[in-house]
């Protein structure tokens, strides 16, 4: 009998190589905007340059740190023990003594520690952690070197400064400062064998102390291969100005455009970065945000319940701003590697209890000048629309293992638009009006998602 | 870099094994209960023999089937060419005009149409398709033949009818309907290789005819292998008693003891299977059959809001009964073989918005003779509870792909405990207060399955 195996996925659990990360560096063009404080330990978002890295490798899975150290190694020390503590992590400091003579000098000094695949990193360079599963996917049952590259040129902040490749397909065939045509940057995100370290020693003799001048060798043989990174973020952080620029687009790489809805991706998220960048800075944590935007949008119901049109209208100011914190705890999650499965379940209830309070709040107010049981059947109705709105998705998700049909429509029922509306209607005193509108909106995509979800099943 | 693969599973699209079922024997001992018709046309619960066993193997894949017949050929034969047709499947009939000799001898007279695995069943036993696929996953990357066992065997209906087996480890060691020690007995569901073939000549140059002698000169070479079947449902349908015990046991197989509340189990599931037995006799679809529920429950949510003792007592059996028709839709849909993830998705909206429209009614009626606000704000409460009930646990179905923590107090907030509360609270005129207590039961369940999922991801 022949059986068709499904696609093996390979998995890294436990068998994730080390990271060795480049920290020895002086830095000195960052000097004024980092207190005085080494260049590793420069805070962005919340987190320092190397708290950063390693957790960024963290999330693919790497528990072995090998950090080499050199311009006031005395500092770093004692932080990194602190961090191993903290992180659960194995972090062993490697002193370079002649970290002077460039980045290849301070990659050779790890040598010891590494006697299988590693990743290499430069402590100075943002990224998204999925760049390290590209590399761990395209590393499997190969003996090659791996780089991911970026072939965005354009996007490059610094790019003088930046170090170009030049690409036979995936084969790096050129690398270096100078290069004036060039298919791609370096990214400072490897994927290495040990034979790079006999490669930087051959550099090491002919007087190149390095990096590049590594590769250089490597090349020679082919075994150095490139992984485009595509859209994926990553940012190489030297002076005050880029360091700025590395923030905003860090924080920019947050949005889910496919996830967001219109007010969220035009309003909310602008305002919640900005919240999110100072809320990073604090102890609060991602699931501490959920609940200030859910007592947030408790006061906008109870000031929605007072009745009147100062308090309808600030209600609906309150409602928005709580809308656009809710999109803070994910945020700030992402910003500082605290995602969890219960931080986005608890997000999700709480919002539909949110939801319930501003329905109450909205039509308590209303029931107050036109006290009929009419306006507590309309209140369900739209409150079954918001909720079954959510639920109908949830239930085409667990049944058919995708996301439901939904197209422009389906943006227009998501709760950013809904609070939106509510906002709008408090404005010109019309939130229960409002309210109504977005409910029966809310059902017709209901309606609309399963003749879809219907027509799609046949 | 070594990395650990998953998990191979085997998927059998498209390369699922043709299944040869034995329809040729006279079945004799049915007469006078099928309508004078053949036996493998004899109706079971909507479908006849045939149906059913051609349905379940199609459940787990197989496309292509080799009917042996003999007794009454004439009317089997156009009946294949309906079903054909109607299943979207390939039918070939394997006229067997030996079929007096024995079961082995209509086996063998499918001989020249396989050439690799095959299923092989007999049409007169029902059985649960997971077994199915239990023999398809022992049968992978083995060259054995192999037989559904059962261990269970005290519930085996005509122990003395039943070909028995005795077995080393999984291997058979010995096969007949003679045995007086033995291990478990034979299901008549195989997965079988041509091998069988060649043994079936050689009993039969012995003057032997069944398929039990031609397993017996299998398992010489210790090629005959068993699958246990657990608790997996199978009926042999020999007698008008049989047939009646079979109607009861497959009726009962489509209980979900671990998804059904206590309501469900003890008091819904009975009468629904009755309802079910007669609703697979009509045309009317599970999606149909949810519709139906529903409009009953909107039946009963109307007599609700007319108010007064007598209607509120009616109002509550009525949804008693919506909530007891719910469970058809699912019995009719693994009766008829029409499972679809859309009628599952379709059915749980359909229970949202159905207990919307009950919670609406409840508080109208109560509204009537307790006309203030805070008769909504329960409503509105209790409505949350329910809705958001289901919906906690579907959040953490898809983020954590794992049924929630539930224990006894998750089957105390089902669907059916709620409706058989107000069911309760309706007979003694208390039909809103009976409300509040399950919402407020709702709503502490999720709190608890909050807290338990925290626990649970820390």
């Not at 709480?350 to 029931?367: E, K, N, P």
Request: proline letters at 5%; glycine letters at 10%.
């Amino acid at each position: 009998m022949h059986i068709a195996a499904k696609k093996v996925v390979p998995t890294f659990m436990g068998t994730v190589p080390p990271a060795v990360i480049l920290a020895a560096g002086e830095g000195n063009r960052l000097n004024g905007v980092n207190g005085g404080s080494p260049k590793p330990l420069t805070p962005v978002l919340g987190l320092t340059l190397l708290e950063r890295a390693i957790l960024s490798c963290k999330e693919v899975g790497v528990m072995e740190f090998y950090v080499v150290i050199g311009y006031r190694s005395h500092i770093i020390v004692p932080y990194l023990s602190a961090l191993e503590q903290r992180l659960s992590v194995l972090i062993q400091p490697v002193e370079n003594p002649n970290w002077r003579e460039g980045n290849g000098s301070s990659a050779l000094s790890a040598a010891p520690y590494i006697s299988s695949s590693f990743f290499l990193l430069m402590c100075d360079h943002l990224f998204d952690p999925a760049i390290l599963r590209l590399l761990l996917t395209a590393g499997t049952n190969t003996t090659d070197c791996w780089l991911a590259v970026d072939r965005h040129t354009e996007r490059v902040f610094d790019l003088d400064d930046a170090t170009k490749v030049i690409l036979n397909r995936d084969v790096i065939v050129g690398i270096g400062k100078e290069k004036t045509s060039f298919d791609a940057v370096d990214t400072g995100i490897f994927l290495c064998q040990p034979s790079l370290f006999d490669a930087l020693e051959v550099a090491k003799d002919m007087g190149r102390h390095s990096l590049s001048a590594g590769i250089v060798e490597l090349i020679k043989g082919r075994e150095f291969r490139a992984v485009t990174i595509g859209e994926r973020f990553w940012f190489d952080v030297d002076t005050p100005k880029s360091l700025g620029s590395a923030k905003r687009s860090l924080l920019q790489s947050l949005s889910k455009p496919d996830e967001d809805g219109f007010v969220s991706r035009y309003l909310n998220r602008p305002l919640s970065r900005r919240i999110s960048e100072i809320l990073v800075r604090t102890p609060i944590s991602p699931n501490g945000i959920s609940l200030i935007s859910f007592a947030v949008a408790i006061i906008g119901a109870i000031m929605f319940c007072l009745g009147g049109y100062i308090w309808t209208m600030l209600a609906g100011l309150v409602i928005q701003l709580s809308s656009i914190v809710d999109g803070c705890d994910g945020e700030v999650a992402r910003l500082k590697f605290q995602s969890s499965k219960f931080g986005g379940w608890f997000d999700t209830i709480l919002d539909r209890y949110a939801d319930t309070a501003i329905v109450v709040g909205v039509s308590f107010g209303y029931w107050l000048a036109h006290p009929h049981a009419a306006v507590w059947l309309g209140a369900i109705f739209a409150l079954t629309g918001f909720i079954m709105a959510s639920y109908t998705k949830k239930e085409f998700v667990i049944r058919y293992q995708s996301n439901p049909p939904g197209g422009l429509f389906g943006k227009l029922i998501k709760r950013d638009v809904r609070i939106f509306a509510i906002m709008l209607g408090a404005i010109v005193n019309l939130p229960y009006e409002a309210m109504l509108l977005a409910g029966f909106l809310s059902h017709i995509g209901i309606g609309l998602m399963l003749i879809k979800g219907h027509r799609q099943t046949i």
